[in-house]
DNA sequence: GTTAGCATGTAAGGAGTTACATGATTTT
DNA sequence: AAAATCATGTAACTCCTTACATGCTAAC
């Protein structure tokens, strides 16, 4: 998750750690919080793999401040990490959200695939979540009758907007996803 | 998690592995899925803690049908879980949700705790929301806006189920905890 | 008799967190 | 000059999953 988030956000921009930590927290905002002792490790690894290097802008010395960019390969790997988006991604909420987030970098079908795959799974929970409100509601206390129908509510809320992406997304057509290396040439 | 989950299961019924997998994704259903690599070392874990112990009725062999019986000492930890739940409680929706279905046998300055913190919480996060979507929305591509809005909504949504369920703590007033012992004596 | 589901476990590994450790730069 | 916040990192640990391994029992 951390991987494909970051690489996301540098392809939008070279940025350092700490930067980076902030954009997790606010451009994917809605988004969980990754710890320092978790990103810092994640950027040395993708150095290493050649996904990303540092850029010494400035003459700056690096260790102070170390502005990372991607490179082809990290492109490349961040497509991969889409289109090959698998039941994670529709059964998490998280990785479903991230997904969404890179939406426009995926082409038309990984995106319908992506939508009504995570739309079948919470078809398929909701009428699961009925049913064991039904065989239970007897025998549950309010607390839980409380907590189930929220479910319930929240599932069909989730629901009628992934319809709606859809919708959009078919009238909209083929709108094709964003090149991996954007506008290489000048203006 | 697993931990405080599988005390609450056990708490109201003896269970074996297999079954308390099944009630994970039942009864408290919406829930969360636990592997059994994480489920049998952890029932193993807390038996040689005494929070639970195995019971072996109708002179059943044990390891064909292992089931577990939550000790007074398992209660104790129970209670303690639930009364010390902290930022996580109110921070990540499942832990949020897992302390909910187990509200019955909180005491009711407990549950207003809980139920003020995630109100808390989500308040603080809505503003945020919004503040990014105002600073940011001209530089966004329309999914990210969709999935922004998307998560504005439903944190309204889950306010106003927060405030629901605090009007009805109030008005139900001091409904007390279900003792740690249920029903200890007879009929 | 063979497939499906019940039942239990272990070992290795993944993906993160917490706590610790350090130091520069900016603001008050 | 003190405090805040910017900035980077490591080591130990937590909590879980996946993959493997085994065998019973019920249904078809």
Same mark, same amino acid.
């Given at each position: ?14 940025? $350092? ?26 950027l040395k690894r993708l150095a290493l793999e050649e996904?990303v290097e540092m ?13 990372y960019?991607? &490179? ?17 991604? &529709? ?18 079908? &990984? ?38 129908? $929220?479910?319930?509510?929240? &599932? ?32």
């Open positions: 998750m951390l991987e494909l988030a970051v690489l996301g956000l540098l392809k939008q921009k070279a940025m $350092h750690g700490y930067e980076l930590k902030k954009q997790l927290a606010e451009e994917l905002g809605f988004f969980r919080q990754f710890s320092y002792g978790s990103l810092y490790p994640t996904a850029e010494y802008a400035r003459g700056e010395t690096p260790r102070r401040k170390n502005v960019r991607i &490179t082809p390969r990290g492109e490349a790997a961040f497509a991969t990490l889409l289109e090959e988006s698998g039941a994670e991604a &529709t059964e998490s909420r998280e990785a479903f959200m991230l997904r969404l987030a890179f939406f426009r970098y995926m082409n038309p079908e &990984t995106r319908r695939r992506l939508l009504e795959g995570r739309r079948g799974y919470l078809q398929e929970r909701l009428a699961k979540l009925r049913e064991s409100l039904k065989r239970l509601r007897e025998r549950m206390d309010s607390y839980s009758v409380q907590l189930m129908n $929220h479910r319930v509510d929240d &599932t069909e809320h989730d629901l009628r907007w992934l319809d709606d992406l859809l919708e959009r997304e078919r009238r909209l057509g083929a709108e094709p996803a964003l090149p991996t290396r954007p506008a290489a040439e000048g203006s």
